[in-house]
């Protein structure tokens, strides 16, 4: 069965290219971005992942551990990790997950068979400190994903979990927010909105970010 959001998020033991890891310990209290690539030594891949090593402060801002996945071995993962770094200008800073048995793969519903019958597809989970599973995308081989958006999604999650709030399509961390529906009391909006509120119509109320000195922090 797929993993859906909300689901908690499989725990496992596998070999990575940081030693063993023990999922659940190794996340911590943090949040955690778990994503799969098709195979070692691919293009795009290459590119995704000395994108998140150059974003290891915005991560660490948002108290984020991002690891990825291959279905190829340790080894190969290491002799890969070279190349990324000298391609890309990093230093991969994060463990890659060697899922030689397809464990995670198969706990995850990382094979799709009908794109590839033994190789992961482009997935990726947003993984809470209460190891529950608040995002999941997947995108074709041939696409490189956007951690921009990935960040994006990161900071609405954490502010909609502290204040009553949604954010708006194409929002962006200090752009206006929306009052949930469900908050009705006036004296409640005026305590938790002190900056005021706009009524578009009775289910959409605007407010500014609650978070009006955000900094990724």
């Not at 998020?9 to 659940?24: L, N, R």
């Not at 551990?65 to 190349?83: N, Q, T, Y």
């Not at 921009?148 to 900071?155: A, G, H, M, P, Q």
């Amino acid at each position: 069965m797929s993993l859906r959001l909300g689901d908690t998020a499989p725990d496992f033991e596998q070999d990575s290219s940081e030693g063993k890891i023990h999922f659940y310990d190794w996340l911590g209290d943090s949040w955690g971005v778990l994503f799969s690539h098709p195979a070692d030594f691919t293009p795009v891949c290459t590119t995704e992942l000395g994108l998140t090593a150059k974003l290891k402060n915005e991560f660490a801002k948002r108290n984020v551990k991002a690891i990825a996945l291959s279905v190829d071995p340790v080894d190969s993962h290491k002799e890969w990790i070279k190349d990324i770094n000298e391609t890309q200008g990093c230093a991969v800073n994060f463990p890659i997950i060697a899922d030689h048995d397809r464990k995670v793969s198969d706990l995850y519903d990382m094979i799709h068979p009908n794109a590839n019958d033994t190789l992961t597809v482009r997935s990726l989970f947003v993984i809470d400190p209460n190891k529950k599973v608040r995002l999941i995308i997947t995108y074709p081989a041939s696409t490189g994903r956007n951690f921009n958006e990935v960040l994006r999604v990161i900071d609405s999650l954490q502010m909609t979990d502290e204040h009553k709030v949604a954010t708006p399509g194409n929002w962006e961390a200090g752009g206006d927010v929306v009052i949930v529906p469900s908050l009705q009391d006036e004296d409640e909006i005026r305590e938790r909105f002190p900056q005021g509120h706009k009524v578009v119509k009775s289910y959409l109320r605007m407010t500014p970010d609650p978070r009006s000195n955000w900094s990724g922090e």
